[in-house]
């Protein structure tokens, strides 16, 4: 379930290496521009290309807009690049390294105050607790990103956030609450219009009715 559930850098699709830079390029003078807080988390979000698909080219983004945000004092980058660097080294199986970006993408975001990125940066580091077993930590994080991202418009943070909650709790066969959180996710999918992760929410779902042994609905 790892690879359905750590989707989070997903945007647009770049086309190539040689593409990238002048799209960044226009990013940050749209940046620049921009004042609207949300507006500005999601077009730093866009620039970041999946991950699952194509974690070298992710890694180039997130280190350039990473750059940027340190240059430029600017948290939505920093925190963004970073989160982005961490999922990335997690889906080539470096944990320590990926641990140690997104624990600076945390505090980045709780120095900045901005919902969004305290949210993001909490679900994305709660992902390296899965993996490290340390659940009731990975559970802390999940449940303090859901509480952040009340604010968030679209939830695209609260819909992933969910659906790693209904994993921890599959993965300790409390499968009550992994159905609960599971089914949570699909909610926020049809009321949004986020339909991406619903692959993934769907064989979530059919994962936990098998252990709930209702084979046809599985």
């Known amino acids: 379930m790892k690879i359905i559930l750590s989707l989070l850098c997903v945007c647009v699709s770049l086309s190539n290496a040689y593409s990238q830079t002048p799209n960044l390029d226009t990013l940050f003078q749209k940046l620049s521009a921009e004042k609207n807080d949300s507006a500005r988390f999601y077009l730093a979000f866009s620039a970041l290309t999946e991950s699952e698909t194509n974690p070298v080219d992710d890694m180039d983004n997130a280190e350039v ?39 600076k993408a945390v505090a980045v975001a709780e120095k900045s105050k901005d919902d969004r990125l305290i949210a993001m940066a909490s679900m994305t580091i709660s992902m390296n607790y899965l993996d490290l077993a340390d659940y009731p930590k990975a559970i802390q994080y999940n449940h303090y990103a859901l509480e952040k991202a009340k604010h968030i418009e679209p939830n695209i943070i609260a819909l992933l956030s969910n659906l790693t909650l209904g994993e921890i709790y599959l993965t300790t066969n409390k499968l009550d609450s992994a159905l609960i959180y599971t089914q949570k996710a699909y909610e926020l999918s049809m009321s949004t219009g986020i339909k991406y992760y619903l692959c993934g929410i769907y064989v979530q779902l059919g994962s936990i009715q098998a252990k709930l042994n209702n084979p046809t609905l599985a």
Do not use: H, P, W
């Open 65 to 103: 807009i990473l750059l940027y945000g340190q240059k430029n004092n600017d948290k939505v980058c920093e925190v963004e690049g970073l989160a982005c660097l961490g999922y990335d080294y997690r889906a080539f199986g470096n944990t320590a390294k990926s641990l140690e970006y997104n624990l």
